[in-house]
């Protein structure tokens, strides 16, 4: 399989407020920062869904200024181990951001499940986010989301037999022997697709990195990665410095961006304000010089763009 000589043209994704996809500089890259995760210092009882309301709010008030701010559009990657939790999550989210798209992930399907419910009752399903598609997503996962008519979801681009780009690709399409995974989320009518290509960890992101292009080209989908694995799992940071990871979890949103990221999940929302900045500014000096060194680069699609907020 080569890489198609005649890109298609690329799809755009909106979910609430925020647009994702597009050609790359006509809409700002968006950060998905996470909440509730295992280790989150705000949670207080992880199987119960208990935590710190009070500090949540203030990190949710936060980073949604700095959005305001910089342009950067933000979404919340909610994570919940146990269905108990993720109901808890999710209705204090509808409560305190009741506008901000989120993601429902977990690596317990019942909680996933519980998920896709509480965005039903919370009359929010328009601006959920089912995390992920893979070749372990479930016919009652699959028929849940299709009752609950969620649109949006993320697919992971993942074969574990072929982890070069195009063996993300095969994995997206199918084969003749193995139904692909875009074919999974027309089973369950998401109509809104964006495609992670699955990095895990540092070494595997540069080929995640690459991937995001052949799919853009290829399919279209808005696509993205995921940085904060390949942070934790970097072998060698404490040789460097105690602060190296703090530095290269920046420097990977940059670098994803460059390679034509349209979302990144960056990493914890208590670390907003040092994502935010990588990002604006790398978004704004991309669409200040257009690629073949004409100036100025094409205009932004939108005003609130990075290269109106923080040059």
């Given at each position: 399989m080569t890489q198609n000589p005649q890109p298609i043209e690329p799809r755009t994704v909106q979910i609430g407020d925020v647009i994702l996809g597009g050609y790359h500089g006509e809409y700002p890259t968006v950060l998905i920062l996470s909440m509730f995760h295992r280790g989150d210092r705000l949670v207080t009882n992880s199987i119960r869904g208990?935590?710190?309301?009070?500090?949540?709010?203030?990190?949710l008030n936060r980073a949604m200024k700095l959005t305001e701010t910089t342009g950067t559009p933000l979404i919340l990657d909610v994570l919940a181990e146990t269905p108990e939790a993720m109901t808890n999550y999710l209705t204090f989210l509808?409560?305190?951001?009741?506008?901000?798209?989120?993601?429902?992930?977990?690596?317990?399907?019942?909680?996933?499940?519980?998920?896709?419910?509480?965005?039903?009752?919370?009359?929010?399903?328009?601006?959920?986010?089912?995390?992920?598609?893979s070749h372990h997503t479930t016919i009652e996962e699959l028929k849940a989301l299709?009752?609950?008519?969620?649109?949006?979801?993320?697919?992971?681009?993942?074969?574990?037999?072929?982890?070069r780009p195009q063996g993300r690709l095969e994995a997206l399409k199918g084969t003749a022997e193995e139904e692909g995974l875009l074919a999974k989320a027309e089973t369950a009518h998401i109509s809104k697709i964006l495609i992670d290509t699955v990095a895990l960890d540092l070494a595997g992101l540069s080929i995640a990195a690459t991937a995001m292009q052949f799919v853009k080209n290829e399919l279209g989908f808005p696509v993205g990665a995921g940085s904060a694995n390949s942070v934790a799992l970097w072998r060698h940071a404490s040789e460097i410095s105690p602060a190296a990871k703090r530095y290269l979890a920046s420097a990977l949103c940059t670098y994803l961006q460059c390679h034509g990221a349209d979302f990144i999940l960056a990493g914890p929302l208590r670390?907003?304000?040092?994502?935010?900045?990588?990002?604006?500014?790398?978004?704004?000096?991309?669409?200040?010089?257009?690629?073949?060194?004409?100036?100025?680069?094409?205009?932004?699609?939108?005003?609130?763009?990075?290269?109106?907020?923080?040059?």
């Open positions: 208990l935590f710190d309301s009070k500090r949540a709010q203030r990190y509808a409560k305190s951001a009741p506008s901000l798209p989120f993601l429902i992930d977990s690596s317990s399907r019942e909680a996933r499940l519980a998920g896709v419910t509480t965005a039903v009752d919370t009359g929010r399903t328009q601006l959920a986010i089912y995390d992920a598609i299709k009752t609950a008519k969620i649109e949006a979801a993320i697919i992971l681009a993942h074969n574990p037999l072929d982890i670390r907003a304000p040092r994502f935010f900045a990588a990002t604006s500014a790398t978004d704004a000096l991309l669409a200040y010089t257009s690629p073949d060194g004409a100036y100025p680069a094409p205009t932004p699609k939108l005003r609130t763009h990075p290269r109106y907020k923080v040059l």
